[in-house]
């Protein structure tokens, strides 16, 4: 598996109010699954970080454009390859 880093920049924070039980039900099924390697929000409000566990960036993409975040337009993303360093 590898790892993609998306942040999730603000994009409208009343639909990110509105709709913030749906994106953390769906980020925590996915954390079930095993898809999700670590996620929270930026404490300045700017939006949040989401590491996803994936085979490839199309997988990773897909599962991130189901976010009700991105869905609803309340959020913004960006994605990229993360190499994890121990």
């Known amino acids: 598996m590898k790892y993609f880093a ?3 920049p603000m994009k ?3 639909k990110s109010i509105q709709y913030r039980s749906e994106h953390l039900s769906y980020l925590q099924k996915l954390q079930d699954e095993g898809y ?3 996620k929270g929000r930026f404490v300045d409000g700017a939006g949040g970080l989401v590491i996803y ?3 490839s960036l199309e997988k990773a993409e897909g ?3 189901q976010d ?3 869905q609803t337009g309340a959020r913004g993303f960006e994605i990229h390859e993360w190499e994890m360093k121990q």
Do not use: N, Q, R, T
């Open 6 to 8: 998306v942040f999730l």
């Open 12 to 14: 409208d924070e009343e």
């Open 36 to 38: 999700i390697f670590a």
């Open 53 to 55: 566990l994936a085979d």
């Open 63 to 65: 599962m991130v454009k």
């Open 68 to 70: 009700p975040y991105v």
